[in-house]
């Protein structure tokens, strides 16, 4: 089966840098996707990473370590409208379909 | 931008019936998702399709629960004979060809099971 770990919540202040941490366990990795939540709604793409290294897209950037199964979400000049759930999600070889596993998500509060 | 839509937004049905979740994925999409998500709680894996066929399902997707491609543009979720457990957001998810390719989720619908 499948592991994945991140923080409940994090609080940060309007302009400032966040980082959300997640940690995964599978036997199989094949790719992990950031998604981003707003309360009530779908969650929208924001990043995936399959290799080690950082990807980054405008204010956005995703970290990943295989070795050790971390990644990171790193998310500059915070906004108001960035309060969401970041959802970290790992897709496994072993899984035929292509499906999705979720971490719980951590629930991001942006105070001006 | 193109996107999935999900029918209907809402739904309230009683304990034991029938429900019919919709979904029309993105068009050039071949790849289709079930997920569930109980408030409060992490989004979790039902089913996925390709090829007209299930490629992989969960063990939340037992035998009250179905899917279909009626049509070349729907996809439905059934589950028939609703429990008070079934209470959750269900989200549709759609991907193109490709393993880089991310899932593409609808709005959700909110079924309220009484």
């Known amino acids: 089966g499948q592991n994945i770990d991140q923080p409940t919540e994090m609080t940060a202040t309007e302009g400032a840098i966040v980082q959300i941490n997640c940690t995964y366990q599978t036997s199989g990795f094949n790719g992990l996707f950031w998604y981003q939540q707003h309360a009530g709604e779908a969650p929208t793409f924001l990043s995936y990473?399959?290799?080690?290294g950082l990807e980054e897209k405008g204010r956005f950037s995703s970290f990943l370590s295989r070795s050790k199964g971390y990644s990171y979400l790193l998310l500059k000049e915070l906004q108001m409208k960035d309060s969401a759930s970041y959802l970290c999600a790992v897709r496994d070889l072993n899984n035929a379909g292509n499906m999705l596993t979720f971490g719980g998500g951590t629930r991001l509060m942006v105070k001006p | 931008e193109p996107e999935v839509t999900q029918t209907p937004s809402h739904q309230v049905t009683q304990m034991g019936q029938e429900v019919i979740l919709r979904c029309v994925p993105i068009s050039n999409h071949l790849y289709f998702y079930w997920y569930r998500q109980i408030l409060g709680q992490k989004v979790e894996f039902l089913v996925s399709f390709y090829n007209n066929e299930i490629s992989e399902k969960s063990e939340i997707f037992d035998d009250q629960f179905s899917v279909e491609r009626p049509d070349g543009s729907n996809f439905t979720l059934k589950i028939r004979s609703t429990k008070l457990e079934d209470s959750a957001m269900y989200f549709c998810?759609?991907?193109?060809?490709?393993?880089?390719?991310?899932?593409?989720f609808g709005d959700g619908t909110r079924l309220s099971i009484l």
């Open positions: 990473n399959v290799l080690d």
């Open positions: 998810a759609s991907r193109e060809t490709g393993d880089n390719q991310p899932q593409h």
